[in-house]
């Protein structure tokens, strides 16, 4: 987690409630071989054996095998100055001191308490919410793949949540790539094929965890340059929890407009792998053309009209991709209005290397 400072031409986030509805069952994608998602080594995280009642299931991944819930971490965590926020909380650069430890430099993302719309009890409101977040950051404390950024752990004090990450001064993608003009396309598309890797790994999990907000703020610049993904399910969380933000429609998902795909606006729909491709390709549209979908129509009411429509966006208005770009063909591909026939992410990773092999002369 670093930068997510928001600009003024960023989208509004909307949040998609949906009552629950059955997951579709996971696409097997190329190349990729469906794992199950693995265990943290040591005593703060293991299978579930007591009697106590089980949180609710997980929104980031349905139908994982639930787990004790995982201690706090240990320490003193201590802000140094807020570089970003959003409907959700806000995110500061700090550091994490243990007992005769260095100060780790980290990310602090300090989530807001959600406003339940069915609790009248404090208590029973605080709990439900700081379950929810200790079980979904669980999941997120479970993946290991060098494109989704690690996760150090959670505090919960005077019942904020704060979770914890590396300190990554490169940044987002979103502001990597506006503080370095000249990055050449081959450097941009070598930062999205990490991206892609990550997400199709979290997609090639057993059961698979969708993502549900991919956006340039979410791809995280490590300091070996390397595109990590984070904050995945955190905008479904708080949306599952009552939390109400910006334009409302009917859904169980969040997202972002202009990354959202058509069939997250249906009652009873939830975020799919396929969704999550339909964001990628905006992903990539923003990087190589440093300007959002969408991004002439300024309200997203305007925005999810146009997708509901089959608009998809298009290069007289992204002028730094031009037509004749094959990226093109897989971000039309990518947007197609039928989610069966997008490609699956793992293909996505095989274009993207595709392409920088021929643009690097390979």
Known sequence: ??????????????????????????????????????????????????????????????????????????????????????????VYQGVWTLPGKDPIPVAIKCIREAHLDDEDDPQAKQERFERRIRRETVIWQTTSHKNILPFHGYQIVDGEPMLVSPWCKNGSLASY????????????????????????????????????????????????????????????????LGTHTGLTTSGQGAGTAGYQAKELYDENSRPTAMSDVYAFGGLILTAMSGKSPFHKKTIAAAIIIAISLDETPIPTDHVALPEGDPLWGLLQRSWDPDPEQRPSMAQVVQELESEIRKRSGD
């Open 177 to 240: 790539v506006n503080e370095h003009p000249d990055l050449p396309d081959v450097e941009k598309l070598k930062l999205l094929r990490d991206a892609a890797c990550g997400l199709a790994y979290l997609h090639s999990l057993q059961p698979p965890i969708i993502h549900g907000d991919i956006k340039p703020d979410n791809v995280i610049i490590t300091d070996d340059k390397i595109g990590s993904l984070c904050d995945f399910g955190i905008s479904r969380v708080m949306t599952s």
């Open 1 to 90: 987690m670093a930068d997510t400072s928001l600009s003024s031409g960023d989208i509004p986030a909307i949040n998609v409630q949906h009552p629950t509805a059955p997951t579709a069952p996971a696409r097997r994608e190329a190349g990729l071989e469906p794992r199950v998602s693995p265990k943290l080594v040591g005593a703060t995280l293991s299978p579930r054996t007591s009697a106590t009642p089980l949180p609710d299931d997980s929104i980031i991944q349905p139908g994982a095998q639930p787990y004790n819930l995982p201690d706090p971490l240990p320490g003193i965590l201590t802000k140094i100055k807020r570089i970003g926020g959003g409907a959700y909380g806000n």
